[in-house]
C-alpha cells in the first residue's frame, strides 16, 4: 500500500477548521488535555451507604460520598473553611460533615451547619455532577452534563446485563490506545486475524462517533467460510467511541452481539488508566440468566484478547503518525473527531485555549503594554 501524497492526504478528512494533516493535534495524545465528559470513578459496590471517600479523576483530588438515599455526590476534596481533605469527614444523612470543625454540607455542597455560630455562612463546595451506570460510578467533569453517559447505540434504551472485569494501566495515552480497534492492519500483523474491514464512520453527536465494518470479508478465507452461516450481511464489527476515550466494540454473530467496552482515563505523564466491561442486553428468565452468564464469559475473553497482543505496543511507542496510509483513515477521522471537541486541562479542567490562541493572547497584552508606556 502506498503512502497517500500530500494533497491525497489533504483531501481525505482534513477540511476541518480544526485538524489537519501538516498542523499537529491539539488535544489527541496531549498528556495535558482530556475531553470534557463522562469518566469513570470506581465501581458502584466500592461505595456503600454512608461511605466517603476520597479519589483522584484526571488530575482533580475530589472526595465522593453515598448518603442514606442513595445518591452518590461528588465535592472537591478540601474544606472551603480550613482545607481539611473532606474524605476525613462523617456522611450524616445525605450531608457531609468535615472532621475538622465540624462544618456540614448537604448534597449540592451548601454549608448548613457551623457548630460555634448561630447561622450557617453562605458558602457552597464545588459540586461535579455524578451518575451511575453498568455497575460504575460516572462523574461529568464539566458544570452540566451536556452529554449523555456513554451508550451502546443498538442497546441505548434497553435494560442491560454487565460485568465490570479488569482494571489496567498502561505506559502510553488513552487516545493511543483507544485507536487500537480501528487500526485494521494490525488485526493481520499482530492478532493474526485475517479479516478484510472496510469502516463507514457516523458522528452521533459531537462527542460521540461509530466505525462500522462494511464488508463480508474474504468468501475463500477458511475462517470465513466457518462463521458465515451466522452472519448474514457484513460481518459484525464495530466501535462506538464517546469522548475520545470510552469505547465500546461490538462483535458478535447476528443473533448473539458481545459489547466490550475499555473507558480509560488520562494519568499523570500521558499514561492510562483503564477499566474493561462487559455489556449485554437483559434476557428474561433462567435460560436468559444462563445465555448472558455465557456472552459474558465469552466476552471477558475476548477483552483480554484485545488487550494482550498490544501490551507489548503500548509499553514503548513514541506515537505519531507522520505516514499515513489510506488504511489509516479511520484512525485520522477519529483524531479530526476528537480535535473538534472541547478540550480541558489535565489537574484543573479549566478549558484548554490553543497554543495559536495564546499567541493572539501574547500578542494582545505586548500591544496593550505599548499603548499605555
Ligand atoms: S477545615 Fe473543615 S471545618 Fe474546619
Ligand atoms: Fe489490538
Redesign the pocket.
Known amino acids: 500500500m502506498k503512502p497517500f501524497t500530500f494533497s491525497e492526504t489533504l483531501k481525505m478528512n482534513f477540511n476541518s477548521q480544526n485538524a489537519s494533516s501538516t498542523r499537529k493535534p491539539k488535544t489527541f495524545n496531549n498528556p495535558e488535555r482530556f475531553i470534557e465528559g463522562w469518566y469513570w470513578a470506581m465501581p458502584s459496590q466500592n461505595l456503600r451507604v454512608g461511605k466517603v471517600k476520597a479519589i483522584t479523576l484526571l488530575g482533580r483530588k475530589l472526595v465522593i460520598y453515598r448518603g442514606k438515599d442513595k445518591r452518590v455526590t461528588t465535592f472537591d476534596a478540601y474544606?472551603?473553611?480550613?482545607?481539611?481533605h473532606?474524605a476525613e469527614?462523617k456522611v450524616e444523612g445525605n450531608e457531609l460533615r468535615?472532621?475538622?470543625?465540624?462544618?456540614k454540607f448537604d448534597d449540592e455542597g451548601f454549608c448548613v451547619d457551623?457548630p460555634c455560630l448561630e447561622e450557617p455562612l453562605p458558602i457552597k463546595l464545588k459540586a461535579w455532577p455524578t451518575a451511575e451506570k453498568y455497575g460504575m460510578i460516572w462523574i461529568w467533569t464539566g458544570e452540566i452534563p451536556l452529554q449523555p453517559l456513554p451508550f451502546i447505540p443498538e442497546l441505548e434504551q434497553k435494560e442491560c446485563d454487565t460485568a465490570i472485569v479488569s482494571h489496567f494501566v498502561t505506559n502510553c495515552h488513552p487516545n493511543v490506545v483507544i485507536i487500537n480497534a480501528i487500526d485494521t492492519q494490525h488485526f493481520h500483523t499482530v492478532h493474526k486475524v485475517p479479516l478484510e474491514l472496510i469502516f463507514e464512520k457516523q458522528e452521533l453527536n459531537q462527542n460521540a462517533i461509530t466505525f462500522s465494518n462494511t464488508t463480508r470479508g474474504h468468501e475463500s478465507s477458511f475462517l470465513i467460510k466457518l462463521i458465515r452461516p451466522f452472519y448474514k450481511n457484513a460481518l459484525t464489527y464495530s466501535v462506538c467511541y464517546w469522548y475520545g476515550s470510552t469505547s465500546i466494540v461490538t462483535i458478535g454473530p447476528d443473533f448473539l452481539h458481545l459489547h466490550i467496552m475499555f473507558s480509560l482515563r488520562l494519568l499523570e505523564g500521558g499514561k492510562t488508566e483503564g477499566r474493561t466491561l462487559l455489556v449485554t442486553k437483559k434476557r428474561k428468565g433462567i435460560f436468559g440468566w444462563l445465555c448472558n452468564r455465557v456472552v459474558l464469559w465469552l466476552g471477558n475473553i475476548l477483552g483480554q484478547e484485545f488487550l494482550k497482543g498490544d501490551a507489548k505496543i503500548f509499553e514503548s511507542i513514541q506515537f505519531d503518525l507522520r505516514t499515513p496510509i489510506k488504511v489509516d483513515q479511520p484512525i485520522m477521522q477519529f483524531i479530526n473527531h476528537l480535535e473538534r471537541q472541547t478540550s480541558l486541562c489535565w489537574g484543573t479542567w479549566l478549558q484548554a485555549r490553543s497554543p495559536h490562541e495564546d499567541e493572539r493572547r501574547d500578542n494582545r497584552d505586548k500591544w496593550r503594554d505599548v499603548l499605555n508606556d
Open positions: 474544606c472551603p473553611h480550613m482545607g481539611a473532606l469527614g468535615c472532621f475538622f470543625h465540624q462544618w457551623i
